[in-house]
């Protein structure tokens, strides 16, 4: 048996996502605020889905509103490298967009976006009190196994704590969900998801 220091080791399935931050667009953020807040108002009543305790937009194209336009160019560029980067040659693709705000309590169940090629979500709005984005561990097998905690072979949820202007990219397979909103103010984000054109 080999000493433990000549093991060979692999770890065979890991799960990319990415970040980054808009900085450059943060001038623009309290306009695209206050967008969000005349949005909510013209169409009070909440499109559903996942999202509970809070608001999110029946329009599917929030990016593709004038205003958002530095912000739409933006994520299209780094959905753009990050698609090159796991498939040979990516299609042309499209950002299907929405927004979510969470009141206090607010928060999202857990799901997967089916069907798309990548998603993301941008924060616009993180006060005091935001709950985080969990990413669940996909495979049913490690969730299943009395391993748990850390390490390629143990089961666990993975906590991102969201702040104003980060962007994050996942594989659309992976399930997520929102940790309940505890503060006053309002948390506001802008999902999306890269689908074929």
């Avoid at 069907?115 to 984005?133: A, D, H, K, N």
């Avoid at 969730?143 to 905690?149: E, T, V």
Wanted: proline share 8%; net charge neutral.
């Amino acid at each position: 048996m080999p000493p433990l220091d000549r093991l060979a080791r692999s770890e065979l399935f890991p799960t990319t996502i990415w970040q980054g931050r808009a900085t450059e667009l943060a001038a623009r953020f309290p306009e695209w605020i206050a967008l969000v807040h005349e949005l909510r108002a013209s169409s009070p009543e909440p499109a559903g889905r996942t999202n509970r305790q809070g608001w999110n937009s029946r329009d599917m194209d929030i990016l593709g509103r004038g205003p958002f336009a530095d912000l739409q160019a933006l994520l299209t560029r780094v959905v753009r490298v990050a698609l090159e980067e796991v498939m040979s040659a990516p299609p042309d693709f499209k950002l299907q967009s929405w927004i979510n705000m969470h009141d206090k309590g607010g928060f999202n169940f857990p799901h997967m976006h089916e069907g798309c090629l990548i998603s993301g979500c941008f924060y616009l709005r993180v006060p005091e009190g935001s709950g985080g984005l969990m990413f669940r561990d996909p495979r049913p097998g490690a969730a299943n196994a009395r391993i748990k905690g850390r390490g390629a072979n143990a089961h666990r949820d993975i906590h991102l704590a969201p702040s104003d202007g980060l962007f994050v990219l996942f594989p659309s397979w992976l399930e997520h969900y929102v940790e309940p909103h505890r503060g006053d103010e309002a948390r506001i984000a802008i999902a999306f998801n890269a689908i074929e054109a």
